[in-house]
């Protein structure tokens, strides 16, 4: 079973206020990714990481930034949240090692900005 | 550029009947890796079933089976003995290359499936 968590799993907050996303994973992956998703639409990569200090941005362009500075943590921040960020935001991370490289998921973070 | 194209947003299904959901794809790559996984209500995505695109062999895990035509860009999941616990949304998602090395996916619009008795 996948070990990787996020918090909170539920955010209501105004517009113009800083928020930070928390992801962890005690699997000892590498490679972690944020996704985007709209309720009942597809997954859009964000930003992703191959390892401590590594950080891409994904293909859908996103206001957010992330950090690596442990290999086990990748949180998302958003510095001045609009209601546009309003979405569901899902962490997950993957072991190079192992094929088929599946991605493990958290439980996503649903987060609505007024 | 890799595109993943599932083209029925909801299906119904009997309890204990068999189910198909479609997948295609197209990408110019030789080298790739097709996934499937599930979300349930609750959020979470749960890995199912994995094809590599030099698998001969359609791969199979439990009650879940991937009918791969490579010729035809399709990879549709077959699930076997439906169960109430199955009612959610699937995705397909692509991976290019077979290797570890890059591991970014591109995601479906998703199947919402329901099974009913």
């Known amino acids: 079973e996948a070990d990787i968590y996020q918090t909170p799993r539920y955010l209501v907050i105004g517009t113009g206020k800083k928020i930070t996303l928390e992801c962890s994973q005690t699997m000892g992956h590498d490679k972690m990714y944020w996704y985007q998703q709209d309720p009942g639409m597809e997954l859009h990569l964000i930003h992703y990481?191959?390892?401590?200090?590594?950080?891409e941005k994904g293909d859908l362009s996103s206001e957010s930034t992330v950090s690596r500075i442990r290999t086990e943590h990748f949180p998302l921040t958003l510095e001045s949240a609009r209601p546009s960020h309003t979405s569901q935001y899902l962490c997950?991370?993957?072991?190079?090692?192992?094929?088929?490289?599946?991605?493990?998921f958290g439980p996503g973070t649903r987060l609505t900005v007024t | 550029a890799q595109k993943i194209t599932q083209t029925q947003p909801g299906m119904f299904v009997q309890e204990k009947e068999a189910v198909t959901l479609d997948c295609t794809y197209d990408?110019?790559?030789?080298?790739?890796?097709l996934f499937w996984y599930k979300q349930p209500s609750s959020g979470e995505m749960i890995f199912l079933i994995y094809q590599g695109s030099y698998d001969e062999q359609n791969a199979t895990e439990g009650r879940y089976s991937l009918n791969f035509q490579k010729a035809r860009k399709s990879a549709n999941l077959v699930i076997s003995a439906s169960q109430l616990g199955d009612s959610a949304m699937y995705f397909c998602?692509?991976?290019?290359?077979?290797?570890?090395?890059?591991?970014?996916?591109?995601f479906g619009t998703g199947t919402q499936l329901k099974v009913e008795l």
């Open positions: 997950a991370s993957s072991d190079r090692d192992r094929y088929p490289y599946e991605q493990y």
């Open positions: 998602a692509m991976r290019e290359g077979i290797g570890g090395g890059g591991n970014k996916l591109t």
């Open positions: 990481s191959y390892g401590v200090n590594s950080t």
């Open positions: 990408t110019s790559d030789q080298s790739y890796g």
